[in-house]
């Protein structure tokens, strides 16, 4: 699988949008983006994910550069309870593969 | 939503006694299951892929001996540290694919293992 590159921490203010980028420059043609929250002690929560079309749903919004190299999570009005760890992965769908985290970014959501 | 649950959710146990964590699919069968170890501030680290009737595959570094997986049925996967460790204290979770060829991913809450 592809690697990415995210920033290890971001703040962000009650009530704001919460952008955190992702770069995935060796991403292949056949890969998806996702993005997984993990809160403190918990497993990691699935957010959303995307081929090349920018996605949302209730939780975010995925915005991904046309050549694809990069991608941005939007948390729309980001609330306290968003602080937590972010994981951007790139994926080949093929059945059976699991996904492999990296360091992901710390969010920071305060009052 | 898919359902992952995990049994127990944290366990403490003596130096060299072996430990049963069970991975249940409540909503859906899953035909493949992930392990995967995290420690204090780093990120998850998979440890093996269960297929249910076959045997595990395990990560590169991960002794299939220490750490034995059984995936005998469609909604249970279980992962037993044997002769555990200091070392092996651990947030241990799971994941499952949802049916057959799927890629869909869903996780359970995690278990924590203290080995004193």
Redesign the interface.
């Known amino acids: 699988d592809a690697k990415t590159t995210q920033p290890p921490s971001m703040d962000c203010a009650e009530g704001r949008a919460a952008n955190l980028p992702c770069n995935h420059s060796t991403i292949s043609g056949n890969e998806y983006v996702y993005w997984?929250r993990?809160i403190h002690?918990?497993?990691?929560?699935?957010i959303i994910h995307g081929l090349k079309n920018n996605e949302t749903n209730e939780m975010a919004s995925l915005i991904i550069t046309e050549d694809r190299k990069s991608s941005t999570l939007i948390l729309p009005h980001a609330t306290l309870r968003d602080t937590a760890v972010y994981?951007c992965i790139v994926?080949d769908?093929?059945?059976?593969?699991?996904?492999?985290?990296?360091?992901?970014t710390t969010l920071s959501v305060s009052s | 939503g898919a359902v992952v649950s995990q049994h127990p959710s944290r366990v403490i146990c003596k130096s060299g006694t072996s430990v049963k964590i069970e991975c249940r699919s409540l909503d859906f069968q899953a035909t493949t299951m992930f392990w995967y170890r995290q420690f204090p501030k780093q990120s998850l680290m998979l440890m093996a892929t269960s297929n249910e009737g076959s045997k595990a595959t395990y990560e590169q570094g991960v002794e299939k001996d220490k750490f034995l997986i059984n995936h005998a049925s469609l909604t249970l996967s279980t992962l037993t540290v044997t002769s555990a460790h200091p070392e092996d204290s651990s947030f241990y979770i799971c994941s499952a694919l949802r049916g057959r060829g799927a890629y869909e991913q869903y996780f359970g809450p995690g278990t924590r293992l203290t080995v004193t």
């Open positions: 997984y993990q002690s918990q497993g990691p929560q699935y994981y994926r769908n093929q059945a059976g593969t699991a996904l492999i985290f990296g360091k992901g």
